[in-house]
């Protein structure tokens, strides 16, 4: 049996842009009473703070200080209860999906000064009763003694239309063709990046999303917890 008040039970969800792993781990999270850690949105922070104080993204040592010091916060929105990132204090959660900070985040994460610097507040998530995180190298470099890893992925055509779907109907214009280009182009860099590149754990159990729906991932991937956990 786990101990989970000594070493919480972990859910790792790797994959690219637009794989859906961020509406799957947030369900997944929820169904399960599980934390949840978003880890693109500490590094799509981590990219804001260097956009606002002009700081290049080819400046390693002035953004693994940003990644250092940025005064970065999750809360429950007061009202509805929704996660909010707050950073100096302000809430920036809608600023953090434009895909100007994406590229961003793209970029910084490059850097092996910032992903160390990011390591050690990634882990402090890990409390009771268990936590299900999302993002890149969740499984291959975070928590490495996950319980379960899911490797998630759906073709690059897949996403873009998603993504376009998404900014659609928040009433946010968008350009299918230059959604495709911008997905290439970032998960050329996330695969090929020398650290913590975008790649599964070997223990990972990979699911192509193309042709599923939401339900059918997060039914998939609960029924795997309840055989793992
Ligand atoms: O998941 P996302 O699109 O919000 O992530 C934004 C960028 O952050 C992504 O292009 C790569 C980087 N990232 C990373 O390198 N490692 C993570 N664990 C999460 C995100």
Known sequence: MVDITDNPPVITIDGPSGSGKGTVA?????????????????????????????????????????????????????????????????????DLRREEVGEQASKIATHVGVRDALLARQRRWCQPPGLVADGRDMGTVVFPDAELKIFLTASAEIRAKRRHKQLIEKG?????GSLLADIQKRD???????VAPLKAAEDAVCVDSSQLDINQVVTKVLDLADNRL
């Open 26 to 94: 947030r369900q997944v999270a929820e169904q399960l009473g599980f934390r949840l850690l978003d880890s693109g949105s500490l590094y799509r922070a981590v990219a804001l703070a260097s956009l606002n104080t002009r700081t290049s993204s080819e400046d390693a040592f002035a953004v693994a200080q940003i990644a250092l010091t940025a005064p970065i916060d999750f809360v429950a929105h007061p009202e509805t209860g929704d996660a909010c990132v707050l950073l100096g204090g302000q809430d920036v959660t809608l």
């Open 188 to 194: 050329d860099r996330d695969y090929n990046r020398p």
């Open 172 to 176: 946010m214009s968008a350009n299918i």
